[in-house]
Every structure is written in C-alpha cells, then in structure tokens.
C-alpha cells in the first residue's frame, strides 16, 4: 500500500480511532442562572504545574490562591454558560472569568473545589 493510500485509509474512517475526548461535569449556580462545565482529566504535567503555582512562595499569599483558581479553571472549564449566554473557548472563558461579579466567581471556585473531590482527590483544592 502507498503512502497516499495509508492517508487516505486514516482520513475516511478506514480504521482510523476516534479522538480521545475528557468525560464533563456540569455545575449549576444555586439562583439556577449559570452552568459551568468542566473537564474530567488533569495530565499529570497539569497537576505538577498547578501545584507549582499553589505553592509558589515568590507571591504573596492572596495572589497565590487567585492565581491558581485561575489556573484552574483555565484549564478544566469547558463551557459557561450565564443567562443563556455560552462562552466556550479557553480564551474566551478566561475572560469571561476576569469580567465576572464576586458572585459569580464564588461559583466558579466552590464548583472547582466540589469537582476535585469528586474527581481528583489527590490534588490539593485552592
């Protein structure tokens, strides 16, 4: 078989694999007026960087947390959606995450925090 055959064979379905998407968890705001939803995998290269970034002692401590709230979320939210209005796209969503009231990132950071226990125990939540 020639090399233009063998891509061929992968482009059209001839036994080529699906690609290989994360599982997701949505989250609702409790005035029901906003779904997060988040990614189901962290790489292990993201779990060592995040905890890099958690525990960075070059910043103070405050800036610390917000920053890995923001890592975070950076790098599991997949879609949020906010009065029927959905901002998908890492970043478009960090935007979005930087626009947003106290209350709605109260949300996002209680959703994160509920999502690690849930699906990463081992990584320590901000």
Request: charged share 30%; net charge neutral.
């Given at each position: 078989?020639?090399?233009?055959?063998?891509?061929?064979?992968r482009?059209?379905?001839?036994?080529?694999?699906?690609?290989?998407?994360?599982?997701?968890?949505?989250?609702?705001?409790?005035?029901?007026?906003?779904?997060?939803?988040?990614?189901?995998?962290?790489?292990?290269?993201?779990?060592?960087?995040?905890?890099?970034?958690?525990?960075?002692?070059?910043?103070?401590?405050?800036?610390?947390?917000?920053?890995?709230?923001?890592?975070?979320?950076?790098?599991?939210?997949?879609?949020?959606?906010?009065?029927?209005?959905?901002?998908?796209?890492?970043?478009?969503?960090?935007?979005?995450?930087?626009?947003?009231?106290?209350?709605?990132?109260r949300?996002?950071?209680?959703?994160?925090?509920?999502?690690?226990?849930?699906?990463?125990?081992?990584?320590?939540?901000?």
């Amino acid at each position: 078989m020639g090399k233009r055959s063998r891509q061929r064979a992968r482009t059209d379905g001839g036994g080529a694999l699906p690609p290989l998407t994360a599982p997701s968890c949505e989250y609702r705001s409790p005035e029901g007026d906003a779904v997060l939803e988040l990614r189901g995998a962290l790489t292990p290269a993201t779990r060592r960087e995040y905890a890099a970034v958690l525990h960075d002692q070059a910043r103070s401590t405050e800036d610390t947390w917000q920053r890995a709230v923001e890592f975070l979320f950076e790098r599991l939210a997949v879609r949020w959606d906010i009065d029927g209005v959905a901002t998908e796209g890492q970043h478009e969503l960090l935007g979005r995450y930087r626009m947003a009231s106290q209350a709605q990132r109260r949300f996002v950071r209680e959703a994160l925090r509920e999502h690690l226990v849930e699906h990463f125990p081992e990584v320590e939540a901000p």
